[in-house]
Every structure is written in C-alpha cells, then in structure tokens.
Nanobody
Framework: QVQLVESGGGLVQAGDSLSLSCVAS????????MGWFRQAPGKEREFVSS???????YYLNSVKGRFTISRDNAKNTVYLQMNSLKPEDTAVYYC??????????????????WGKGTLVTVSS
C-alpha cells in the first residue's frame, strides 16, 4: 500500500522558519509529482506548492518567495522549507502525490494519494 508520512510541524512565532518533510513508500511507478496542501479550520483544503519528478515547481501566490519546495527522488522524499511564517500560514499541512510526470497548480481532487497531515501553528 502507498503510504505518505509527514513530519516537522510544530508551534513557532511569526517570522520564524520551519521545515516539513514527507516520505513516500509503496509507490510502484516512477515519475510522480509531489505536493503540499494545507487546511485551516473552517476553510477548504488549498494548494500550497508542487514539484515534478524533474524539479519544476509551482507555488501559491501568498507563499511565493517565502516557501521553497524540493525533493530527493532517491529517498522518495519531498520537503517544504517555510520562512517568514505568518499567522495565516497556520493549518494542517498535507503531503500528496499525483501519478504524473509533470506538475501543475493542483486541486485537491487531482491528487492520488494523501498523508495524514502535520500541524503548523504560527503565533502572532
């Protein structure tokens, strides 16, 4: 079975940095896109960032310049480096995979597999 496990969430102050990671296992195909979504209480799950197998990236406008997505294909791992965190970044962050060689600005329904999420809380 496919399993995605996120780690790195926690409580930080506004302006601080945090790094998330997600390790995938059980995938039988290569060349899959990976991404991050987030969901705050009372809001819909929203796209944060994605990265293709070859490293092409997309970002939500509000995190552009602050967040950096990267991946290590040998480790089946995707990372999200979050700098200059703001209270509005507070959410459960989910790792997701889509069986696609390319990547895009995804909707949640585009993704094939999901992790259980890790909570990021940014205090004001």
């Amino acid at each position: 079975q496919v399993q995605l496990v996120e780690s790195g969430g926690g409580l930080v102050q506004a302006g601080d940095s945090l790094s998330l990671s997600c390790v995938a296992s059980g995938l039988t195909d290569r060349d899959y896109a990976m991404g991050w979504f987030r969901q705050a209480p009372g809001k819909e799950r929203e796209f944060v960032s994605s990265i293709s197998w070859r490293g092409h990236t997309y970002y939500l406008n509000s995190v552009k310049g602050r967040f950096t997505i990267s991946r290590d294909n040998a480790k089946n791992t995707v990372y999200l480096q979050m700098n200059s965190l703001k209270p509005e970044d507070t959410a459960v962050y989910y790792c997701a995979v889509r069986n696609s060689y390319y990547t895009d600005y995804y909707r949640a329904s585009d993704m094939d597999y999901w992790g259980k999420g890790t909570l990021v809380t940014v205090s004001s």
